[in-house]
């Protein structure tokens, strides 16, 4: 998936004398999922702050190096910003410490989160409509406040500490909902290795399943499209789209016994039975 750059935030930021670069593509996904296993599940958002709490906390907050994240699944933290098209680049910013106010961007729909990932702050269009800005600490989130371990920095591949009982529990709690299946393809039952959409199932992982070719995150983005190319892909009789990768001894009947019957929570339920 092609990002596209914001000339009007990258004129803001060098205005506020930061440096700043567009962080390419690959490190986009695995910022956003390591942003997603930290603070994805709202459910254990217990001490945020909202609106105009937010802001305030948030100006008060310092960190010479920072990333512009704009969310890459339906969810932007608790709200729903289900886009269609390209997104936003993400930025890294490095300045005196002092943290822009981003509230002009909104409509952006992203997570500001400085290097050690112990606090976010996550704008989107619906900021002051329905809810939002918000700004967390990691040690507001449910769990983290007794335990500490070490994580791998997502930005510099870093071993920090953060308060990540949390994290271990909720990967647990993944694991265990689903066996097995989390990294079976939903449209065709292929074992592509890893979860299509995220250990959370919320955040695409934007590669493509070789054998029915859907790009997870595009085709799937909707409850429709899954049935579509499920469809589609059925009706060819189960071609692979990278013939290429076609497994020894591969059979079409026993793959469609691993179907998963549960899509990705990411995903827009646009039509009725999912
Ligand atoms: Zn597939």
Known sequence: MATVTDERLEQ?????????????????VSVSNEWETLYGNV?????????????????HQSAET??????????GGPQSITKHGPRTAAYECHGDGTLPDLSAFANTDFFIVPT???????HTHEDYGWGGP??????GLAGTADEEASVVDCFHGRTSTVY????RGVLRERT?????????????????????????????TWSICPCCGCEFGYEDCRASGV???????????????KPSEKLAGWDFEEQVKHIPTDIPPGIDRDVDGF
């Open 12 to 28: 803001f930021l060098t205005q506020c004398g930061m440096a700043w670069s567009v962080i390419p593509w690959e490190r986009h």
């Open 43 to 59: 459910h254990h958002w217990l001490r945020q702050k909202q609106g105009a709490k937010a802001q305030f906390e948030y100006a």
């Open 66 to 75: 920072f990333m512009i994240v704009p969310f890459l699944g339906n969810d």
């Open 116 to 122: 050690d990932l112990n606090l976010t702050m996550v």
């Open 134 to 139: 918000y700004f967390i600490y990691i040690q």
């Open 164 to 167: 990540s009982g949390y994290r």
């Open 176 to 204: 265990e909902r689903q066996p097995g299946m989390l990294t079976r393809c939903h449209i065709c039952g292929l074992d592509v290795g890893e979860a299509p959409w995220g250990e959370s199932g919320r955040y695409p």
């Open 227 to 241: 049935v579509f190319q499920r469809r589609r892909w059925m009706e060819s009789g189960g071609q692979w789209w």
